[in-house]
């Protein structure tokens, strides 16, 4: 019987196994390494948003500001609390100055202190100014959101103006109660809340959509068209999604006699077959009057 030496497969397989840990041990240090990396690069990130959470001592306090690091990063809930569907909004504050007192203890403290004129204009007899107007913050809307609701229709929210010539566009405080009909305080629409400010603000310069019209110079009323001719909004206006507010609802192009082939325009109706027009040069001042048209 021949004995076989079986050392020499056991100093391999040791051999193997030291390797295996070797290599196991330079991973596990690769990823300690990796990781304290990380949290070395986390805590230099968080230190300067540590820093913007501080409040300063020597800032403006003598008017807010809601792009600030510090207030941009509150819920408009937070200070802006509805309990009612009042079209005017209240000024934070009611309630021993809560929730501002709670970050400007110091500020606070001293009735004498600037941080007071923002709210009052008398702060030892502690009248109110009135919530200011909307500047600072622009108001957005999507039309095609909208529009594909049921309950909620082009006669929701614009109504006639100018003797029927022209239609309202909300604006102002009273544009909150036509909103409101539908965003009341606390309501939902699926998991999202629409009842807070910034649903339909946000931080920028206030544009607003104009009511005017190129077709209003030459004549057109929609109440003319719209009452005794049965049309409907859709029957001239388009809504575009994704556009800015100004541009999310098409016009017509106010034009008969050179109006563009493919756009709708007063031509669409006016061509002598649908409705009068066309080349029939006799009907002329069924729209166009003296006092309302300007070539």
């Known amino acids: 019987m021949i004995l076989q030496d079986k050392e020499p497969s056991r100093v391999r397989a040791r051999s193997k196994l030291g390797g295996r840990r070797a290599l196991c041990q330079l991973v596990a240090c690769g990823a300690a390494l990796v990781a304290g990396f990380a949290l070395s690069a986390s805590a230099g990130r968080t230190e300067p948003n540590e820093q913007q959470m501080q409040v300063p001592e020597n800032a403006d306090y003598s008017r807010f500001q809601h792009t600030t690091a510090y207030h941009a990063r509150l819920p408009c809930l937070l200070c802006h609390r509805r309990e009612t569907n009042s079209a005017r909004p209240a000024i934070p504050g009611s309630s021993d100055h809560l929730p501002c007192a709670g970050c400007h203890v110091k500020q606070f403290a ?90 339909c603000h946000e931080s920028a310069r206030y544009v607003r959509t104009r009511e005017m019209a190129a077709a209003f110079r030459v004549g057109f009323s929609h109440a003319k068209h719209y009452r005794n001719e049965g049309l409907s909004c859709s029957d001239c206006h388009r809504v575009r999604a994704g556009l800015a507010q100004r541009l999310q609802v098409t016009a017509p192009q106010p034009l008969n006699h050179h109006a563009s082939a493919n756009a709708v325009s007063c031509m669409s109706c006016h061509n002598g077959k649908r409705a009068f027009g066309g080349d029939d040069f006799s009907v002329c001042k069924r729209c166009h009057q003296a006092a309302t048209w300007q070539f």
Do not use: W
Request: hydrophobic share 30%; charged share 15%.
């Open 110 to 199: 001293d009735s004498t202190n600037v941080i007071c004129t923002i709210c009052h204009s008398k702060a030892q007899s502690g009248t109110l100014k009135p919530f200011p107007r909307l500047s600072s913050f622009n108001m957005r809307f999507d039309h095609a959101r909208h529009v594909r609701m049921d309950s909620v229709g082009c006669a929701t929210c614009h109504r006639p103006s100018r003797g029927g010539v022209a239609m309202t566009i909300p604006v102002g405080f009273n544009a909150h109660l036509t909103c409101y009909q539908c965003h009341g305080p606390g309501t939902k629409s699926g998991e999202r809340d629409i009842s807070s400010c910034g649903v």
